[in-house]
Every structure is written in structure tokens, then in C-alpha cells.
């Protein structure tokens, strides 16, 4: 057992972890006062999010099923993202309607992001595969056992679940219901463990610094090639496995504010594409109030078929035009999903670009 020194080493432990993560996103941080605080709050918004899921929300037994996830690594704002803690010998069940998704996908996953081996995906189900009532309900069986119909398979090692629902006019749309069920009738949630307790707060510190490292190193690949569309490093999605239909490409831009970043493609047959723009720290800008992501529902394109995407700190005019919201660096992502080829894209930065 464990004396009050011993919680109080541990407590330390973790503040320690916090300190150094905050000193590390101050000295990864671009000279402005600006960059520097969406630093330090990107610091408290992760430990806010795994301090709940791995404590709060931990206990693969109840079958906690969130709806609410951090901004990282550019998370898309077409997605709407979901997620529960899973344990591979359980049995579940997810239900749900449709909504107004255009596009959904269940993921079975064991890692996590910010380990050494890095978020593996065990299993994975998308809604083109699902087999969905004409009132747009279905249930999907979460298990490592094969079972007919909708099937999500787990692996011994699984421990989390994680849903991607695609809304592509995000401000109006209303995401789908969810609910998951444990079927399996084994042994309720457990009361409040302190061993697992601290253990629980020794992983989240590991797990901030973990992933704060990560993704610093994918900004830093995108640096390397400013105001270029890059297909992303394959070695940077090694330990972060997400959707396998998706190609992502990024960059990084830096404008002042009579510069425009202009992006021009013919978009691919494919399901879906947006591009989005985000800030120093791959989060996404507050994309309920600014315009900052464009998809192929929402984007206008030219006579010829191509699409014109203009970033700037004012409307220049364009259809298209995307706002830096107050930013004047970050970094973008572009996503083509189910597109057999990324088509050649075009960029550049104009100043005091004439209107579209």
C-alpha cells in the first residue's frame, strides 16, 4: 500500500510532466505572444481531455460513449468525432440514426497517440459497408468474436473505440445518435481504485508529452516546405493510424496581412475532399464563427472544373475564400477519401491579391 508520500511523490510526478510540457510547446513556439498562448492552451485543452478519458471515462465496463474530443493533429471540422474505452474480452453494441452524416466510421483501436507503438487500428467499419434501416437506425456488434451483420472486430489488445461522422454543412446539420450498450452482462464498473488511480495520472502525463512530441515533429515537416501541398511523411501516420481510406497532404503558411495563399486542383473523383486551415499547433480554428475549411459540397469551382481556394487575413472576393481568424502562421490540411490518385495541386502566395 502505497503512504501518503508515496501519493504525494506521485502528485508531484504529474505536476513535473505538466511543467515540462509547457516548457517544451514555449520553446517549439514562434516569437509572438499570440503563438505562444494558443501554445500554452493547446497544453491545457489536452491535459483537460486525457485526464477525463483516462480517469473519468476510463473503465471499459461502462461503456462511457463521448462526443466530445480535442483539437489535434488538424482535426477535421467536417468530422464530428466520438470515442469510448473499450476492453477486447467485453462485448457491445453501438446504435444509432443516421442524422444528417453523410458519411460515418467505427474504429476499433489498441495504443494510444503519444505511446511508443503509437494508435494501431484493430478493426474498422465505414458506413458504405453498414447495413442501415430505411429510418437510417442500425447496430453494429463490438466484439472479437465474428458475428453476422454489422460487425465491428476487436482484438485481445483493443482499447478504444473512435467514430468519424462527416457533416459537410457543419453550422446547420445535426450529427447522428449514438448509443453504446454492453451485451455482454459481466461485472458492473468498479468504485474508485487508488492504485489505479496514480496510474492513471502517471499515463496521462506520459501521454501529453508523448503526443505534444509527436505532433511537433509533424509541424516541424511541414515547415520544411512552406506554402507547398505535400503528401504527408508516411513515417508520421506510422503511430497514428486513422482513416485507411483517406490521403492526407498538408502544409505551412505564413501571411501578412496583404498576402494571400492561393491552392488550385482539379478535385479527383473521390467520396469526399476538404481543405482546412489551422494554427501553429495543428488545431483547428474556431470553425463555427470563421471561415476557415471548404469541402466538395461547399466549395465553388471554376468553368473548367478546378477550384480556386484563396487564405487570407480579408475577403479578397473569392468564393472560396478562407480567413486566417486573427493568425498569421499555421498550417493546412487537404483530404481526399476514396480517390484512387491525388490530382497535381498549384500554390502560391500573392500580395495584395486582386478580387476572384
Avoid at 28 to 45: H, I, K, M, Q, S
Avoid at 244 to 257: C, F, G, I, K, Q
Avoid at 313 to 332: F, I, M, V, Y
Wanted: glycine residues 10%.
Amino acid at each position: 500500500m502505497v503512504d501518503k508520500a508515496g501519493d504525494a511523490a506521485t502528485w508531484d510526478a504529474f505536476c513535473d510532466q505538466l511543467r515540462n510540457a509547457g516548457h517544451t510547446v514555449l520553446a517549439a513556439a514562434p516569437n509572438d505572444p499570440f503563438d505562444r498562448a494558443e501554445g500554452l492552451r493547446y497544453v491545457t485543452r489536452l491535459a483537460r481531455h486525457f485526464l477525463n478519458s483516462t480517469i473519468e471515462e476510463s473503465d471499459p465496463r461502462a461503456a462511457i460513449l463521448s462526443t466530445t474530443s480535442p483539437k489535434i493533429g488538424l482535426d477535421n471540422p467536417d468530422y464530428v468525432y466520438g470515442g469510448a474505452r473499450l476492453s477486447g474480452s467485453l462485448e457491445y453494441q453501438l446504435k444509432g440514426t443516421m442524422g444528417d452524416a453523410s458519411m460515418m466510421s467505427v474504429g476499433a483501436f489498441s495504443g494510444g497517440l503519444g505511446t511508443p507503438a503509437g494508435l494501431i487500428r484493430d478493426g474498422y467499419l465505414t458506413s458504405e459497408a453498414l447495413s442501415i434501416n430505411d429510418d437510417g437506425s442500425f447496430e453494429i456488434a463490438i466484439c472479437a468474436e465474428k458475428r453476422s451483420g454489422n460487425w465491428l472486430p476487436m482484438t485481445a489488445k483493443t482499447n478504444s473505440l473512435q467514430i468519424r461522422q462527416t457533416l459537410l454543412e457543419r453550422q446547420r446539420q445535426s450529427p447522428a445518435t449514438l448509443e453504446l450498450i454492453r451485451v455482454d452482462g459481466g461485472e458492473p464498473p468498479h468504485p474508485l481504485d487508488p492504485e489505479r488511480f496514480y496510474g492513471s495520472l502517471a499515463r496521462t502525463g506520459g501521454m501529453l508529452g508523448g503526443v505534444i512530441g509527436q505532433f511537433l515533429g509533424w509541424t516541424a515537416s511541414f515547415q520544411a516546405h512552406p506554402h507547398e501541398i505535400r503528401p504527408i511523411d508516411p513515417s508520421l501516420l506510422k503511430f497514428a493510424q486513422g482513416d485507411p481510406n483517406t490521403r492526407y497532404n498538408y502544409s505551412y503558411w505564413e501571411l501578412a496581412d496583404d498576402e494571400a495563399f492561393v491552392i488550385e486542383f482539379e478535385p479527383p473523383v473521390c467520396e469526399y475532399w476538404n481543405l482546412q486551415v489551422g494554427n501553429h499547433w495543428l488545431e483547428s480554428f474556431d470553425f463555427l464563427t470563421y471561415r476557415t475549411h471548404v469541402n466538395h459540397h461547399t466549395a465553388t469551382l471554376e468553368d473548367d472544373g478546378s477550384v480556386r481556394i484563396v487564405i487570407a487575413a480579408k475577403d479578397p472576393g473569392s468564393a472560396n475564400w478562407l480567413e486566417t481568424a486573427g493568425h498569421q502562421r499555421g498550417a493546412l490540411a487537404l483530404r481526399f477519401v476514396g480517390a484512387n490518385e491525388v490530382p497535381t495541386i498549384c500554390s502560391r502566395v500573392e500580395s495584395n491579391p486582386p478580387l476572384a
